[in-house]
C-alpha cells in the first residue's frame, strides 16, 4: 500500500509550515515541533521506520506515558514502587537545591514525525475500526505494534473526568487546532530544553523556579505509526519551568506539573503508593516527559 506524504526539499516552505504561519503569523514554529515535520523519506520506508521506531522506544514502557494522565488506571509497574519512587513529589519540592532524579526529562524524545493532515484524516483511528487500522498498517492482531496502537486509541476514546477537556491531535494542523479552539490564538508552546543528551539522571534545581500562566493544555505524545498527541486540560493545576543542572554541566529546563486536586484520581495509583497520601489529601507533582509539549496563554 502506497502512502502518499508530503515531501519538501529541506530548508524550503512545506504546507505545515505555511499553516503555522497562517494562525501565528509572529511566531516562528517551535523546535520542537519543527523537529517532527513530516519526514521526506519514500512513503512505504517512513512508515516501516516508524512502526519499528514506536516498538524500541517502547520497550518496557506502556503506549503513553501512564503516569502522567491523572485518570490512569494502571501503574508504571505492577507494584514497583522502589523503582519509580521518584516520579511523583510534593510540591515543596521545586526549590532551589533540591536533587531530583529525572529520568524522564533525559530520555531522548521520540523521533515519531507528523503525517499532513490530509493524510492522517484518511487513515481509520477508533476502536469501531481497528480492523482497518490493523489492515492498512500489514499488523497481526496480537502483534507488539498492534497493542500500542490499540492502547493509544483506547486512551483518545476514554471518557474525561470531572473538570478534564481532552482531544487527540492526529496531525501539526489539527494539535495546532486543538490549542486554539481550547486557549483561542493569544497562545504560545513550552518543551523542555536540554543543552545537551546526557544520560545521567541526578540533577539539582537552579534558581529561577518559575510558575507559569493559569491556563494551559498538556499534550503528550503517544505510542503511534505517526505523531499523535493526547492534549487535555485540567482544573486546578499549576506548571513550572523548572531549572536544571547536572553533574557533568548538562542544563536544563524542564516542565514539571502539580495536580492540586486529587480527589477523583484512582486510590490504587502509584502517586499515592509512593507519596504514602490519600486521594484529595495534598497536591501531587511530577516532571513532565521530554516530548511533552505544553500550551499556555500569553
Not at 64 to 78: Q, V
Not at 90 to 107: A, D, H, P, Q, Y
Not at 126 to 147: D, R, T
Amino acid at each position: 500500500m502506497t502512502l502518499v506524504v508530503a515531501v519538501a526539499a529541506r530548508h524550503s516552505v512545506v504546507p505545515v509550515e505555511m499553516y503555522w504561519k497562517s494562525v501565528f503569523p509572529n511566531t516562528p514554529m517551535p523546535k520542537a515541533l519543527r523537529n517532527l515535520l513530516p519526514s521526506s523519506a519514500a512513503a512505504g520506508n517512513h512508515m516501516k521506520a516508524s512502526l519499528a521506531d514506536m516498538i524500541n522506544e517502547n520497550r518496557g514502557v506502556s503506549g503513553i506515558k501512564i503516569y502522567d494522565l491523572p485518570n490512569s488506571r494502571k501503574e508504571l509497574a505492577d507494584g514497583n514502587v522502589t523503582a519509580n519512587k521518584d516520579v511523583y513529589f510534593f510540591e515543596s519540592k521545586l526549590r532551589t537545591g533540591s536533587k531530583m532524579n529525572v529520568k524522564e526529562v533525559t530520555r531522548k524524545a521520540s523521533k515519531i514525525a507528523f503525517l499532513p493532515r490530509r493524510v492522517a484524516d484518511s487513515i481509520p483511528f477508533s476502536s469501531q475500526k481497528f480492523a482497518q487500522v490493523l489492515h492498512y498498517f500489514s499488523l497481526q492482531p496480537e502483534s507488539a505494534a498492534s497493542k500500542m496502537l490499540k492502547q493509544t486509541i483506547q486512551y483518545c476514546e476514554a471518557p474525561t473526568i470531572e473538570g478534564e477537556a481532552k482531544y487527540c491531535a492526529t496531525s501539526l494542523e489539527s494539535f495546532v487546532d486543538s490549542g486554539v479552539s481550547m486557549l483561542g490564538e493569544n497562545i504560545h508552546l513550552l518543551s523542555t530544553e536540554m543543552n545537551r543528551e546526557t544520560q545521567s539522571q541526578e540533577f539539582i534545581i537552579g534558581e529561577g523556579v518559575k510558575m507559569t500562566e493559569k491556563s494551559e493544555i498538556v499534550c503528550h505524545k503517544t505510542s503511534y505509526a505517526y505523531a499523535v498527541f493526547l492534549c487535555h486540560s485540567i482544573d486546578n493545576t499549576d506548571l513550572y519551568k523548572v531549572p536544571l543542572v547536572g553533574e557533568n554541566g548538562t542544563r536544563a529546563t524542564a516542565l514539571a506539573v502539580c495536580h492540586k486536586d486529587t480527589s477523583a484520581w484512582d486510590p490504587k495509583h502509584l502517586a499515592f503508593q509512593i507519596l504514602k497520601v490519600e486521594p484529595g489529601t495534598v497536591p501531587v507533582c511530577h516532571f513532565l516527559a521530554r516530548d511533552t509539549l505544553v500550551w499556555v496563554s500569553n
